[in-house]
């Protein structure tokens, strides 16, 4: 198969601006290579809603359910989230999405660039090497529990609820990811409060044996908040649940220093989303600052999950060569920079 | 009133051992500025359950109840921690203890040392002069909602349960504390999710005209575990849930490098309890190297609370000039070090 149907959701913020970039390195690829993308746009998010009042407009979920994989932006808008009464909100397109294309596994590899790791808060020694990958359940927990607010706003409740079958198949996804790196798999959670996290525990022990070449260690997401920053190199694969996963995945983010750089893919059975981890960035809407490289990594996942390897390979050869001569937007040289599309071409004429 | 009732529980691990050097400062303090401290002292945690069966046994809450305050020493124990089967565990204990003292604002104050601004794995330019206070809720949320586990195992669900009345104590009380600093206060939760979320933006929302003083920012759990790495000196206070704060304080409790100085009080309409945030830290028990910082500034916090301001200054100046005279332990300096009790009675004598 070497035609693929790639659903293109640009969503908010700077989301239309970085996945412009990517649209560019996949028609540069499939130039080189001979595959055919044919691209269906979406309306979602803030965007969705000014437009349909719609979040998530049935026509954007079908072209994705019709799709081979998902291209996404960002979603988010600041108008929305100091309105805690507003009924529609743009997050809503995004976690419906999830949940309709049964998106389980969040997957988000985190690497230093050597060439840019003085951008980083923390120090050289404790974070040259880090090497982790963190799978963070996307479709249950707390995020898609039954929620309620009391008429008068007297109180509110969300449910945090899990079934071992929702558990099981992350679990053993991350268990072989460990498989094929170094062996160790941390499971973060707080079982020692949460019915919810025993659970987890318990799942991840009844499966251990058939991993025996794996470490599975226990760390409570307390602990693994401190953990991630005194000493990050001591951990290979990370699996978690939903609201852990979000807190600890955005922490771990800023370890390489480079935000920017950042893509994660959300896995189901039928389908892949691909998306920067950066989010919507208003501040930096349309005016060419936006970082395209993690819209172009996540399109490298994205590859990935197609199973074009050497196209795949070479995206990300074309991204380091491209950091490496410092052909970088202003968020990692403030000195001598590249507008987005600048750094997208360079990219696409290097493939 | 010069007569203080301390109720006293070292708990599990390193507890005993920093718990010990406080009442070595207590006895300083009360020969020094002629107060009388009357300490009765309790079981709590894995040492109660060997030895009653029960982590909280009643005894203990009786001398807490009677008590002006509680000085707390730390809990845990890794054998609990692989077992989700266990049905009692040593948190159980201090979780009771908090909700039948009604200790409903967890406070923990971060700043910087400057003679230890090397020890953090932070860059130097990006922590110095940090100064955050942090305000967890402690008696509500997911941590006491109900809980259910399915006999067969097949899944598990955890509630998050807010009431407004519950949020407003712990608000008006940051707030406060903001007005006495620099008047910022930090909501952090995650609205664009969670109704339990919306109702404390709601709830901040509706109070903040009685402090017009103090600008209040919203921001999203996910992206405070960033900001908190990547510029902690934009934070004054903080206020928030109680599981966001489990995780966003003991995170923040790595910025300053010495985690084993880092006090905190949990306080209520009656009684508070003071306790180092460093856990039982089982690896260091009985080895007389835990550092005693920690519990010592806890009861500075404690002297605060029973409005010693004299007592709890003096302890804090005693606590800054070890500290510059480089008489710590050997987390503080592997090279020229002092045992727990050593930099314990130099603090005392010096009182
Ligand atoms: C936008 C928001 C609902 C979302 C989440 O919390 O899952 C985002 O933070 C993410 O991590 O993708
Ligand atoms: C021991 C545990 C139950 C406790 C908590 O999660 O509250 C601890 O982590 C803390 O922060 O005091």
Sequence with gaps: NDHFKIAVLPGDGIGPEVVAESIKILDAISEAFHYKFQFKYGLIGAEAISKTGN?????????????????????????????????????????????????????RPLKTYSSLIGKSPLKQDIIEGTDIQIFRELVSGIYFGEKFTEENGEYAYDICKYAKEEILPIVHMAFQEAQKRRKKLTLIDKANVLDTSRLWRKTCQEIAAEYEDVELEYMFVDNAAMQLILNPKQFDVIVTENMFGDIISDEASVIGGSIGLLPSASIGEENGLFEPIHGSYPQAKGKGIANPV??????????????????????????????????????????????????????????
Excluded at 77 to 90: M, Q
Excluded at 294 to 318: F, H, P
Excluded at 324 to 330: D, F, L, N, Q
């Design 294 to 351: 993690a819209s172009i990594l996540s399109t490298a996942m994205m590859l990935d999950y197609l199973q074009l390897d050497l196209a795949a390979n070479k995206l990300r050869e074309s991204v380091e060569h491209a950091i490496e001569h410092k052909y970088v937007t202003s968020d990692l040289n403030s000195k001598q920079w590249y507008s987005t599309s600048e750094v997208g071409s360079f990219i696409a004429d290097y493939i």
């Design 55 to 107: 979040p998530l407009p049935e026509e954007t979920l079908e072209i994705c359910k019709e799709s081979d994989a998902v291209l996404f932006g960002a979603i988010g808008d600041p108008s929305f989230d100091n309105n805690p009464d507003a009924k529609v909100r743009p997050e809503q397109g995004l976690l419906k999405l999830r949940k309709e294309l049964g998106l389980f596994a969040n997957i």
